[in-house]
């Protein structure tokens, strides 16, 4: 080979060996700038979050207010000042930071928003009554909060957080013809469970719908007589409790079912307690202590219930553990030396 053309083979090999280098370079830097910004997905995506959450209440705070409002006025909603501590509480329990950063969910948490907006303009615009707007202001309040979280943090986070945001839901107030035949199921549930206790204690009972009548006394379940107050509370926590310390889908769906029939029988026993006290011991039973503010105690006896019931499940739970658990023990050798 010629002097020249050495000369031009060793530049152009020196050529490609320093752009081998740079590429190699530039996709180290790319690299680390993508750690860097993976490090970084953690704290931008919880500063979204709360900048999102922030917007939403800013929008909504009109029907914020009101809500919250309702729920210190009447025991009817009571049970939404429990909602928000009890899903953050959930979720902070549940929470599964990824290793690798956050992939958001961007299409999915997007299609939540836009169903949020859409729901909150229609509430705005409609001519509707003012307790079905607030209803539907707030279910636009909760699902826009669930979009932001999925869109912030993706699809695996909000998967194994789908409980607690759904449980959001329990914060919006019923609308009036729904509260109507939730308490209507109460009242004659109540009164069909009182008749048959009194049946069963062997006193003479009369039913007339909603009229119980006893010898000396006549009841009627009215509607301020529903519970529909520790009713509410009773079923919201069973439901965490049931989440919270069982594993099974299936326990926790029966245990949340167990809570419905136990909100009619807590009420049938103080309509039963109360009517056997006011014609067997003192009158002033009727009109006192514990039928005004009784409901606490009755309540405690169903969510004793409850405690028991799901002290069964997870016993059961515990079993069936020790028995899958029980063949890989059976395989393991142990070697002394």
């Not at 000396?216 to 965490?240: K, Q, Y």
């Not at 079912?257 to 103080?270: E, F, T, Y």
Request: glycine residues 6%.
């Amino acid at each position: 080979m010629r002097g020249s053309e050495l000369q031009k083979y060793c530049s152009v090999s020196d050529s490609g060996g320093m752009r081998s280098l740079m590429a190699v370079s530039l996709t180290r830097k790319s690299h680390l700038r993508g750690l860097d910004l993976m490090r970084l997905s953690n704290f931008s995506a919880w500063t979204l979050f709360s900048m999102l959450c922030a917007l939403a209440v800013a929008l909504n705070w009109r029907t914020l207010a009101a809500t919250f409002s309702l729920a210190l006025q009447r025991e009817e909603f009571t049970h939404i000042l429990l909602i928000f501590p009890l899903s953050l509480a959930l979720i902070s329990m549940e929470w599964k930071s990824p290793r690798k950063g956050l992939n958001r969910g961007w299409v999915s948490g997007m299609l939540l928003l836009v169903v949020a907006a859409g729901i909150f303009i229609f509430a705005r615009l409609a001519s509707i009554a003012l307790d079905l707007q607030r209803s539907l202001g707030m279910f636009a309040f909760v699902t826009s909060c669930i979009g932001v979280f999925v869109l912030c943090f993706g699809g695996d986070v909000s998967r194994n957080s789908v409980f607690p945001l759904c449980f959001l839901y329990w914060a919006v107030p019923l609308p009036p013809a729904a509260l109507a035949r939730v308490t209507q199921f109460l009242q004659h549930g109540s009164a069909i469970g009182a008749y048959s206790l009194f049946t069963v204690a062997g006193i003479p009972v009369a039913q007339d719908k909603l009229l119980l009548t006893i010898p000396g006394l006549t009841v009627e379940v009215a509607r301020e007589c529903s519970s529909i107050r520790s009713s509410m509370m009773l079923l919201v926590t069973t439901m965490f409790l049931g989440q919270l310390l069982l594993n099974s889908a299936l326990h926790k769906t029966l245990l949340t079912l167990i809570a419905i029939p136990l909100s009619v029988a807590k009420n049938s026993l103080r309509i039963f307690t109360i009517a056997m006290l006011g014609t067997k011991v003192d009158p002033a039973f009727l009109t006192g202590k514990l039928h005004r503010q009784g409901g606490g105690l009755f309540f405690a006896i169903a969510l004793l219930l409850v405690l028991l019931v799901l002290y069964v499940f997870r016993r059961r739970e515990r079993r069936l553990q020790d028995i899958s658990a029980a063949p890989a023990l059976a395989g393991t050798t142990l070697s002394f030396s």
